[in-house]
């Protein structure tokens, strides 16, 4: 991987929505995917993804607001409305949605409200709602520590501290790697850190229960164990659920092994259910 994640190419979009506008690039041709990226991540983080998905679909990748190249203020709700406005923008039909650890969160509360707008839902280190899960030591996000340094006008040492986090750190073996997430951290501004937690959505589980989608659940192998125990409550919930491994990868697998990750959308696992068809095999429907 280059370690400077520039995205080649492509045509640039901007989707005014209520309070922001939501940088976007596309390329491509298909049914449209979807990419939301991770918390202090933007869409340069799903640079190793565009090329191999735009083969066989249209590839929209945005900026989540406040964050990258998108203006406005964080916030989960509104970003619930930001997709809609570019579902009906840039692609005008049912789309893969594929979200990334927050943006897995996010994907998780948009099909709850929304799974007629959805053709598939792939999962790479997700939250789900109202579901606790104990954080081993040394594995809990210390985010009232990073909003004490975002208030101190600190940010350099929060981003440090955050790097070094085992959500971000673990899979990683190439220095190239770790490189370019470093460059795309440093550009996190923290808005988020200065304002109150958005509320959780304590019945998701419920709302979640029945959802038709076909959903694919990406894991690496070095996860953390709350992500990993958030991965097996989702396959309890959703019924067309199924959950793959990626051998030595962690929370940031689509980064640290993009060959495998990028694979997988296009190569049958054995399924828990042998009736199941996964999104791997939808993505080329």
């Not at 590839?59 to 990258?68: A, E, T």
């Not at 809990?140 to 004490?148: D, G, N, T, V």
């Not at 030595?248 to 060959?259: D, I, Y």
Request: glycine content about 10%.
């Amino acid at each position: 991987m280059n370690p400077e994640p520039v995205a080649p190419a492509m045509p640039k979009e901007r989707v005014r929505c209520a309070g922001a506008d939501i940088f976007a690039q596309v390329s491509g041709s298909g049914h449209p995917i979807l990419l939301l990226h991770g918390w202090t991540l933007d869409h340069r983080s799903f640079c190793p993804q565009t090329d191999s998905l735009g083969q066989h679909l249209r590839v929209i990748n945005i900026d989540r607001r406040g964050n990258g190249r998108s203006s406005g203020e964080p916030g989960l709700r509104a970003e619930l409305d930001d997709i809609d406005r570019v579902i009906d923008q840039l692609a005008g039909e049912p789309v893969h949605l594929l979200g990334v650890s927050q943006g897995g969160r996010l994907a998780l509360q948009y099909a709850a409200r929304h799974p007629g707008r959805l053709r598939s839902l792939i999962l790479q280190g997700a939250v789900l709602d109202g579901f606790k899960a104990p954080d081993r030591a040394g594995e809990e996000i210390p985010l009232a520590r990073y909003a004490e340094l975002a208030r101190a006008g600190s940010m350099g040492q929060m981003r440090t501290q955050w790097l070094e986090h085992p959500l971000m750190r673990r899979g990683f073996t190439d220095s190239r790697q770790l490189e370019c997430l470093r460059t795309i951290v440093q550009d996190y501004a923290g808005k988020d850190l200065l304002q109150a937690p958005g509320p959780e959505d304590p019945d998701l589980t419920e709302r979640l229960r029945g959802c038709p989608l076909q959903t694919l659940i990406i894991t690496g192998e070095l996860e953390v164990e709350a992500r990993k125990q958030h991965a097996n409550r989702l396959l309890d919930v959703l019924p067309n659920a199924a959950q793959v491994f990626i051998e030595g990868a962690g929370h940031l697998s689509n980064l640290s092994h993009a060959g495998t990750y990028n694979c997988l959308l296009y190569t049958s696992p054995s399924p828990r259910d042998s009736t199941l068809d996964l999104v791997c095999r939808l993505l080329l429907e």
